[in-house]
Structure formats: structure tokens, C-alpha cells
């Protein structure tokens, strides 16, 4: 997931303007992924996505997503 954190509540995070993206469904990986928006921006697919809190393994802000 990549979107702009717009609540934390209730035991989700409400991201806005999201990117979901499966890595399970082929394509690139996790870390491409995140490279990739860092490059050519996020490509929004959501309006707003919840994400249960207690499944987040890590946060990032995308800005500090080193370009390689």
C-alpha cells in the first residue's frame, strides 16, 4: 500500500489517494514497487483504502525511498 496516512483510529490506518498493489500477482516486487513510485509517483487505484494497524510490518515516507 502507498497513499497519504489520513487517520489512525479504531485500529486502522485510513490511507487516501492509495496505490494497493498484490506482489502475489506477479510483477514487481516489494521493493521495486516502492522504488518505482518514488520515480514516476503513485499510481492511485483507491479514493481511500483502511488497513487493519495490527498487520503493518513497517512504515516509510516515500521521500526517503533511495532511487537506485
Avoid: Q
Avoid at 29 to 38: L, P, T
Avoid at 46 to 57: D, F, G, H, M
Amino acid at each position: 500500500y502507498i497513499g497519504t496516512l489520513a487517520e489512525a483510529s479504531g485500529g486502522f490506518l485510513t490511507l487516501a489517494d492509495a496505490d494497493v498493489h498484490d506482489v502475489s500477482e506477479g510483477g514487481s516486487g516489494k521493493e521495486m514497487y516502492a522504488i518505482e513510485a518514488r520515480k514516476f509517483g503513485v499510481k492511485k487505484n483507491r479514493t481511500s483504502v483502511k488497513i487493519r494497524a495490527s498487520a503493518v510490518i513497517s512504515v516509510s515516507r516515500l521521500e526517503d525511498v533511495i532511487e537506485y
